[in-house]
């Protein structure tokens, strides 16, 4: 009987451990995307790219003669249906490791398994599982760098060869097609001009891996800080939607650390943050949207006070003119710089008091990449209210921080077009991109600080000493 193959975020033939396994058995196999409850939550961007990825993906699959079947509905009733349809007798799948993503698997697979279906599950889009990582006395980390440190000799298996055969059924099951689901519907944001910015698919992501190592891995540990170069692998879009897998990844990095390449291990160390998101994420599930540290509950945040201000944050005026070209950045291009994404989530949650889930939420709105791990933890890092978090007092000056690694101003001038004649084409473009309703114009004066930085500082350190006592 053939096997249904639910993909998720794992939209590639390379390094994929459950459809290799499939593929093995020498069954039919069912390739199908289920536009589904979890789906359903997903904000404007991310939603819009993870379409652009199916399709994509459906590509791809009928390239080795298979077949991406597409259905809309809860997930288990869709499988249901699927197996009614099909005669299948088997629906595997890849791990997910967020709350949201494991509270549906895990009722999908009781109620299959109840129906004497063979529901499977494989290792999906991590290193290391979060159950198998454990501190010297059993816990789980809290920390960083103990974690990193336990982790950074294991041996990973190799990566799996590439899936390049699909055992096809004796009839195909009928599908959705991807245009009737609008998966851009929200993205309100000109998706034409976003999409200069994505790189979709297996192919782009291993260019982007290949590109990476053999230019940019060697000078990382610096160049990925200076917000204007790309010095970073810009991997995170493809890793969120699976295009590529963690292992290749990391067994590319280790084989620039064997060949002397000097950034190459800080890279490594990049990835397991990636992997600490989804260790807490799994262990901790409150950190998902809740204080990771309970004493944070009662920090008077002023997010009713400072609407004003949050819109500025939002549209890229407040006056800072790091902060606002870093919030252009992710309006228009659906990607920020890490640096950028530290201080603009600094500035939200210390100098305008904002609590961070209105960041948070923001970004899951905007970002190509996002990830749900990701984005809390570092929202809770920046906060202060998160595990190995910056403390709170440690407010980043986004002045200082231009200095530092925008000293040229080429990243603030590539998008503050009010201010920089020699402004990039991304700043006309972020004109075209935001909604009318904004009203604002390349031609106008740049705004005045909706906060002075030393003010607003000084503001937020009074409230942290305040609540201290
Ligand atoms: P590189 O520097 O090339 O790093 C390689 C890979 O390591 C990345 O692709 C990513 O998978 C991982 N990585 C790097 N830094 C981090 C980090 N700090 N935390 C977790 N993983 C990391 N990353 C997301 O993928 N999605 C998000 O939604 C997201 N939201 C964030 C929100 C805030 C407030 C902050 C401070 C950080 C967030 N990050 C998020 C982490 C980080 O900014 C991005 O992963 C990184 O900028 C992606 O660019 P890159 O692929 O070129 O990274």
């Not at 992997?275 to 540290?293: G, S, V």
């Not at 509950?297 to 997010?303: A, G, I, V």
Request: proline share 4%; net charge negative; with cysteine.
């Amino acid at each position: 009987t053939p096997i249904l193959f639910w993909f998720r975020r794992d939209l590639r033939l390379g390094d994929h451990e459950g459809l290799s396994a499939a593929a093995k058995t020498g069954r039919p196999v069912i390739p199908v995307f289920i536009h589904d409850e979890v789906v359903e939550t997903h904000g404007a961007a991310p939603k819009w790219r993870l379409g652009l990825g199916v399709d994509h993906f459906a590509g791809t699959l009928e390239d080795i003669g298979s077949k991406l079947i597409l259905r809309r509905g809860k997930a288990l009733d869709v499988l249901r249906d699927l197996i009614g349809e099909t005669g299948a007798g088997a629906v595997w799948w890849s791990r997910a490791y967020d709350p949201d993503a494991i509270a549906r698997d895990k009722g999908v697979k009781e109620a299959l398994k109840d129906d004497g279906i063979d529901a499977q599950s494989f290792k999906g889009h991590v290193l290391f599982e979060p159950w198998t990582v454990e501190t010297k006395t059993g816990g789980f980390y809290r920390v960083f760098s103990p974690m990193w440190k336990s982790v950074r000799g294991w041996d990973l298996a190799a990566d799996i060869s590439a899936v390049s055969e699909l055992c096809a059924p004796d009839q195909w099951p009928s599908s959705d097609k991807i245009d009737d689901w609008q998966m851009g519907a929200a993205m309100r944001r000109g998706a034409d001009i976003v999409a200069k910015h994505v790189a979709v698919g297996e192919e782009a992501a291993s260019t982007r891996l290949a590109t990476f190592i053999r230019d940019r891995i060697d000078g990382y540990k610096d160049a990925r800080d200076q917000m204007a170069a790309r010095g970073t692998s810009m991997l995170s879009e493809n890793l969120t939607y699976g295009e590529i897998s963690p292992r290749r990844c990391w067994h590319a990095g280790w084989r620039a650390v064997h060949e002397g390449k000097s950034g190459a291990e800080t890279f490594l160390k990049e990835l397991v943050w990636r992997e600490f998101a989804y260790h807490l994420a799994y262990h901790t599930p409150r950190i998902m949207d809740k204080n990771w540290r309970e004493e944070w509950d009662d920090f008077p945040w002023k997010d009713d006070e400072r609407a004003a201000e949050i819109k500025a944050w939002k549209q890229g005026r407040t006056g800072i003119q790091l902060v606002d070209a870093a919030m252009r950045e992710m309006y228009v291009t659906g990607y920020m710089h890490n640096r950028g994404r530290m201080i603009v989530a600094s500035y939200l949650t210390k100098h305008l008091m904002t609590h961070w889930k209105v960041g948070q939420a923001w970004f899951d709105d905007c970002l190509i990449d996002w990830d749900p791990a990701s984005n809390a933890m570092g929202w809770q890092w920046s906060a202060g209210s998160g595990p190995d978090a910056t403390p709170y007092f440690r407010v980043f000056n986004p002045a200082t921080q231009a200095e530092k690694f925008d000293n040229d101003r080429s990243y603030r001038a590539r998008y503050l077009g009010e201010l920089f004649k020699d402004h990039g084409g991304e700043a006309e473009d972020y004109f075209k991109a935001i909604p009318k309703s904004w009203s604002m114009a390349i031609t106008d004066d740049y705004p005045k600080p909706v906060v002075a930085l030393d003010e607003g500082r000084q503001r937020a350190l009074d409230a942290y000493q305040q609540r201290k006592g």
